[in-house]
Nanobody, 117 residues
Framework: QVQLVESGGGLVQPGGSLRLSCAAS????????MGWYRQAPGAERDLVAS???????NYADSEKGRFIISRDNAKNTVYLQMNNLKPEDTGVYYC???????????WGQGTQVTVSS
């Protein structure tokens, strides 16, 4: 079955940086749109950034200019570089793989990011 394994989360001070990684297996990675979502305590899971199979990117307004999503199709991995982190960036970050044309959607188990002094 498809596996998405996130890593790179942790505790960081405000203004700091983290790089999340999501390694995918058992799917034809290059044809999937990949995304990162954040779920804060008591809140819904919201899109942070996404990258299509052609490399085009999309960001939530609050992340524009601070976060960068990228993918390495040779490594079946998607990354999220997070800079100038704020306390409101705290939450569990989930990796997502999606093919809307086939109605396919997969999730990773999530990685915790905590921004606090």
């Amino acid at each position: 079955q498809v596996q998405l394994v996130e890593s790179g989360g942790g505790l960081v001070q405000p203004g700091g940086s983290l790089r999340l990684s999501c390694a995918a297996s058992r799917l034809f990675f290059r044809v999937y749109a990949m995304g990162w979502y954040r779920q804060a305590p008591g809140a819904e899971r919201d899109l942070v950034a996404s990258i299509a199979s052609d490399g085009s990117t999309n960001y939530a307004d609050s992340e524009k200019g601070r976060f960068i999503i990228s993918r390495d199709n040779a490594k079946n991995t998607v990354y999220l570089q997070m800079n100038n982190l704020k306390p409101e960036d705290t939450g569990v970050y989930y990796c997502n793989a999606e093919r809307t044309d086939y109605g396919l959607r997969f999730w990773g188990q999530g990685t915790q990011v905590t921004v606090s002094s």
